[in-house]
């Protein structure tokens, strides 16, 4: 898969970058593996608006995507690879040999007409199969990683993402993170070997505001246009900076720690993203 800038034939197109949807198959999802979706426009069950900036978009059917992969020893052929309009990354339509239909993330490499399969053990380390972190090569490069057995993929699943399995000494296996955090996780955890397909996601331009709007997402108002009264950082003599950053109810919001100090995982992670090199 590739991107594609188009031709400044209108304003809209002239700064406009999307994917070349090389990879896609089909246009028509599997009816029976969607769902439709009801859009809240940020209101709550009173009808009150509780979140700004949403409303609008274009109407979409969830995909029901497995992330478990649980049907260990079925072989499955991969249909077709499609397009889904609530995640980043592409889809892979799965026909099990009992004659079940899945979805699945679909990792890159991934052709139709392919076979994949999940297991516990004696299912090859090869693109698009699940298998846990005990049975996959060191150095392998996987995605939709689980964090406790059985729960479901929940790490690596965004375009492009993907870990490294970097070391296993006794229950646990040691991965490097898309966000560079390297963390040990437990060796019967389940992980697809590969990287998560539409890697040039992040290159994309939308080329005008109105693509926003089809995705659901209204004009934001900058704090500092604001009027005191409505924020913290509004009002003013001209244009004023607004002072240090900070949230509707006057929280700052940029620098502090989110993270609990004694979160029990913290025992789990060995190196940190912002971790000093050589301290």
């Known amino acids: 898969m590739g991107i594609r800038k188009l031709n400044p034939v209108t304003p809209g197109t002239r700064h406009k970058v999307i994917t070349d949807f090389e990879g896609v198959t089909t246009r028509i999802p599997e009816k029976s593996l969607t769902s439709g979706t009801v859009k809240s426009g940020g209101r709550n069950h009173t009808g009150k608006m509780t979140m700004r900036y949403i409303g609008g978009g274009h109407k979409q059917r969830y995909r029901i995507i497995d992330m478990k992969r649980n049907k260990h020893g079925i072989p499955a052929i991969v249909k077709t690879i499609e397009y889904d309009p609530n995640r980043t990354a592409r889809i892979a339509l799965l026909f099990y040999a009992d004659g079940e239909k899945r ?5 890159n490499g991934l052709k139709v007409g392919q076979e994949v399969m999940s297991g516990l053990n004696g299912v ?13 090569p060191l150095g392998t490069i996987v995605h939709n990683i689980e964090l406790k057995p059985g729960q479901g993929g929940i790490i690596a699943r965004s375009a492009g993402t993907f870990a490294q399995l970097s070391a296993r000494e006794g229950k646990y296996a040691t991965l490097k993170m898309p966000s560079g955090e390297v963390r040990m996780v437990l060796v019967t955890c389940l992980a697809t070997v590969g990287t998560v397909s539409n890697g040039e996601h992040m290159l994309q331009k939308s080329g005008k505001a109105g693509r926003s709007r089809w995705q659901g997402r209204r004009p934001r108002t900058r704090p500092v246009a604001m009027n005191p009264v409505d924020h913290p950082m509004g009002g003013g003599e001209g244009r004023a900076s607004g002072g240090h950053p900070r949230s509707r109810k006057g929280l700052l919001a940029k620098g502090k720690k989110t993270r609990k100090p004694k979160n029990t995982s913290n025992n789990f992670i060995i190196e940190r993203i912002n971790a000093k090199k050589g301290a």
Request: negative net charge; proline residues 22%; hydrophobic residues 40%.
């Open 124 to 136: 090859p380390p090869e693109v698009g199969n699940t298998l846990p972190l005990s049975e996959i």
């Open 103 to 107: 979805y699945m993330l679909a990792p």
